[in-house]
């Protein structure tokens, strides 16, 4: 990814973060979706064929979850969001290793995500049925980065991220609010989306691995 995407994307981010205190503002919307939208560009220049369509999907849908919540839509948001994560899984799970499991990995999605979403969904209340729906999309995005079979750390480790940052939306929103969540949620999300973009894009310059 070229040193400008990089400094255009954490400007945006940025920028985003330090006005926090302020949102919602006139603009605050397109400055929240902003950093997400700069990786949906780079998603369709440097990308082809089917990676290009799902991973532009689930920035696309994103980008309408960012705006969304800032909105303080949260069912709206919370579905665009579930289509980003489908997006992911799919994908993710398209490219799975067969032959070797990553269990490492994969006890670690679910060592976060099983303590994290008992509380969330069972504090959900009304939205019980689609904040479970939703914990369990985003957790088939985790297990399926973790069986990716072109092991990347940067995809990896933007799925935790991703995993740690819809934790904290969870557990703020329904189980034990805590001062300046924001700060945590959105560097963990603005972190995630870069680092999986950026693995799909390394996975694609390296040779695929042999498969029966």
Not at 28 to 42: E, H, M, Q, T
Not at 91 to 105: I, M, T
Not at 156 to 172: H, Q, T
Request: glycine share 6%; net charge positive; with cysteine.
């Amino acid at each position: 990814m070229k040193r400008i995407t990089l400094l255009a994307f954490a400007l945006s981010a940025l920028a985003y973060l330090l006005t926090i205190p302020y949102s919602p503002y006139p603009g605050s919307l397109l400055v929240k979706a902003l950093p997400v939208l700069i990786l949906l560009g780079v998603a369709l220049v440097s990308l082809q064929g089917r990676v290009r369509l799902f991973m532009a999907a689930a920035l696309l849908t994103s980008a309408g979850g960012d705006i969304f919540l800032e909105m303080d839509m949260f069912t709206p948001g919370l579905a665009s969001f579930l289509v980003a994560q489908l997006c992911y899984a799919w994908y993710f799970f398209s490219q799975r290793d067969r032959e070797k499991l990553q269990l490492a990995r994969l006890a670690v999605v679910l060592a976060i995500m099983l303590p994290v979403s008992i509380p969330v969904v069972s504090h959900a209340g009304d939205i019980f049925i689609p904040v479970a729906i939703y914990m369990s999309a985003i957790c088939l995005m985790g297990i399926g980065a973790a069986l990716y079979r072109q092991p990347s750390t940067l995809l990896y480790v933007g799925a935790l991220l991703f995993v740690a940052s819809d934790s904290m939306i969870g557990i703020n929103r329904f189980v034990v609010p805590f001062p300046g969540s924001k700060y945590p949620i959105m560097i963990t999300y603005y972190a995630a989306q870069l680092f999986i973009l950026w693995g799909v894009m390394q996975s694609m310059k390296k040779p695929a691995l042999p498969s029966s």
